[in-house]
């Protein structure tokens, strides 16, 4: 299991999430309009989530329906096959 970066990062992009992350394991480039998740890295500590200002981070079996669709992104971002 992993925890997912949704719709609200997009164009935010503080990185908050990043500095508190333990492992390192959120990452995204300048181009890119969002930060992603890295879910075989994500050790599930959840310190990330508390940590966003805009409520971008769910773990992945509690990602609202209407972003379901940001568990494939973050998976595909780092070329992994998503389980949804
Ligand atoms: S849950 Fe923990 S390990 Fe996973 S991305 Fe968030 S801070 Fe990093
Ligand atoms: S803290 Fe939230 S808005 Fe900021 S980069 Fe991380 S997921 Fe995106």
Known sequence: ?????????????????VEVCPVDCIHGKDEDKMLYINPEECI?????EPACPVQAIF??????????SFIAVNYEYYGQKSPA
């Open 44 to 48: 599930d500590c959840g310190a990330c």
């Open 1 to 17: 299991m992993s925890y997912i970066i949704a719709e609200p990062c997009v164009d935010v992009k503080d990185k908050s999430c």
């Open 59 to 68: 773990p992945q079996e509690e990602v609202p329906e209407k972003w379901k």
